[in-house]
Nanobody, 121 residues
Framework: QVRLVESGGGSVQAGSSLKLSCVAPRLIFSTFVGHVMSWYRQAPGKERELVAM???????TYSDSVKGRFTISRNNSRKSIYLQMNDLKSEDTAVYYCNARTLSSPQTDSWGQGTQVTVSS
């Protein structure tokens, strides 16, 4: 299990921007790049869903609901990933979780504690 620490959540108006950060403070560089990093979110009463994913080379994928508005990035030397969220909508309101998944088998998942994002219209 990897310790992940998220930050950057908050309460904003629709149309605003927020940037989330996630750091793996106890990983060394060579171990961090062995993980696919992702952001998930979970709204009240709903299942946790994948928002965006990025591999060690920087290739990113997004859910259709955030494509064009959110940008995931990673800084391997800082053992961190980020989620820049623009043009936020009320439906983006959720707890956002950072996830680290190992590339090697058996694959293991680690989760951060979550950070709340609330968007009011």
């Amino acid at each position: 299990q990897v310790r992940l620490v998220e930050s950057g959540g908050g309460s904003v108006q629709a149309g605003s921007s927020l940037k989330l950060s996630c750091v793996a403070p106890r990983l060394i560089f060579s171990t961090f790049v062995g993980h696919v990093m992702s952001w998930y979110r979970q709204a009240p009463g709903k299942e946790r869903e994948l928002v965006a994913m990025i591999n060690s080379g920087g290739t990113a994928t997004y859910s259709d609901s955030v494509k064009g508005r959110f940008t995931i990035s990673r800084n391997n030397s800082r053992k961190s990933i980020y989620l820049q969220m623009n043009d936020l909508k009320s439906e983006d309101t959720a707890v956002y979780y950072c996830n680290a998944r190992t590339l090697s088998s058996p694959q293991t998942d680690s989760w951060g504690q979550g950070t709340q994002v609330t968007v009011s219209s």
